[in-house]
């Protein structure tokens, strides 16, 4: 009789070719997305006189450089943009890779749209050259971001060597409250167990609260599973993650969809599977969380106070929360809701989806933005699907700029950037010093609660909106 397996060992022995003396795996990729900053690998390959083994497996995607005003690129755009967004589309081009580029109407942040076009589906080892991969294991899929060189390797022979890593279960017992997202989830288990508090870890993210949210959601929650120090998270497939699959472009259609749902259902954890760690928090536990510092685990629900350095029992704890505070402008014991912003951000891999876009919207409906900011749709068809649902109007009505897709102002290499000095409500995913522009202030939130930091101007509970 079998041994009870884990999700993640169902997945990752599927794609186990053999394995090295060294413990190491060889695996097979079954999806390999390449975005602008791929162009090292294409260059190595080209030098070795190599081509792509599977451009069908190969999906090109413009992102990080994209601008967000599309209007008379020349003009606008830096020529280092342009470049390498022009770089993406010559090596999708000679290689035979399906690129979603500048003049596709499905272009989207890689993370976005992989899941949107039926290209993430259970069961799949999927990578990509950004750490953000990590998104597409909602779907019960390993998927996680590799270097340089790995990308080389995986255009070269659509394998990779890694070594197995060990197995965390997070489970958030009982219901969200109100007012409370996946985001918060995250910002919170993070909080708990520090930025390296999972390292060396795939975390499947199980109970309750989990089963109870949307794809969306999941996308949202296994996005920052790299932020805490996790090689991915994984969400077992179940009915939620079927019907989101249904009718997806590049997904199984009809009845091979009904017959991969079947095997797809059976990608569980067994009873009495062990994990190498347990991890169990309270879904009463979390609270709507911002964070103060210049990392995601710097967080705290919004009704605390900023940490004090002279109260950390550790030298090296004091001297990381008095950094922190310098950097971020902020005094010991100032109260969260009397940090005042300078301008909001809603867009990312993280939350530019059409969920999240209706989750701001909601809150700003008929109010004004007290502050500038900016909102970036996911995916050119979040964008459309927005404007449908005329959650442009809300946002243009409020006072903030509808932009196209990209991922804009999360890493301030496209020409979105948070002037120095200035304090951003954000939904990105990294709040790390100048992430967002140099010298740029990050609070990162969720979506409903940078709308409601853009209606007061200051950090605030959107519960008591």
Request: proline share 5%; with cysteine.
């Amino acid at each position: 009789m079998a041994q009870p397996s884990t999700l993640f060992d169902k997945v990752w022995d599927a794609h186990e070719i053999l394995r090295g003396d060294d413990g190491r795996s060889l695996l097979w990729v079954d999806r390999h997305f390449v975005h602008e900053g791929s162009f090292h690998a294409f260059t190595a390959l080209a030098e070795r006189g190599r081509k792509v083994v599977r451009p069908d497996l190969t999906f090109g995607v413009a992102d990080h450089y994209v601008p967000t005003i599309r209007t008379d690129l020349r003009r606008n755009s830096e020529p280092r943009i342009l470049d390498m967004v022009r770089q993406l589309r010559d090596n999708a081009s000679s290689q035979g890779i399906h690129l979603f580029g500048l003049d596709d109407p499905r272009q989207g942040i890689v993370h976005v749209v992989g899941p949107e076009q039926g290209l993430t589906l259970p069961g799949l080892l999927m990578v990509c050259g950004d750490s953000h991969t990590s998104t597409h294991g909602a779907f019960g899929s390993i998927a996680f971001g590799i270097g340089a060189s790995d990308v080389a390797h995986v255009l070269a022979t659509q394998t990779l060597w890694q070594m197995r890593p060990k197995r965390m279960r997070l489970t958030i017992e009982g219901s969200l409250g109100s007012g409370v997202s996946a985001k918060d989830v995250a910002l919170t288990w993070i909080r708990k167990l520090g930025a390296d508090g999972a390292r060396g870890h795939v975390i499947e993210y199980a109970g309750e609260a989990i089963r109870a949210m949307s794809m969306e959601a999941r996308l949202t929650l296994c996005n920052l599973s790299i932020e805490g120090g996790a090689r991915y998270g994984m969400v077992a497939p179940d009915d939620t993650t079927i019907a989101y699959l249904r009718d997806r472009p590049w997904g199984p259609q009809g009845s091979d969809l009904d017959a991969a749902a079947e095997d797809w259902l059976e990608l569980r954890t067994d009873e009495g599977a062990t994990f190498d760690r347990d991890v169990v928090i309270s879904a009463d536990e979390i609270a709507p969380t911002v964070t103060w510092g210049v990392s995601p685990e710097e967080a705290l629900p919004i009704d605390e106070t900023v940490p004090d350095p002279a109260a950390a029992t550790e030298r090296d704890k004091a001297q990381q929360i008095s950094d922190s505070l310098d950097y971020m402008g902020l005094t010991p014991g100032q109260k969260l809701t009397d940090v005042w912003i300078d301008r909001v951000f809603i867009g990312s891999c993280t939350n530019a989806r059409i969920e999240d876009l209706r989750a701001a919207a909601a809150i700003l409906k008929g109010r004004r933005s007290r502050v500038p900011g900016l909102v970036s749709p996911g995916s050119s068809l979040v964008k459309r699907q927005a404007e449908e649902e005329g959650l442009d109007r809300i946002f243009i009505e409020a006072g903030l700029e509808w932009r196209e897709s990209g991922c804009s102002m999360c890493v301030g290499m496209n020409g979105d950037r948070v002037p120095s000095g200035e304090r951003c409500a954000s939904t990105t995913n990294r709040n790390f010093r100048g992430r967002q522009g140099p010298g740029s202030r990050t609070h990162l939130m969720s979506p409903s609660m940078v709308a409601a930091a853009a209606v007061t101007g200051h950090l605030s509970d959107v519960r008591t909106l």
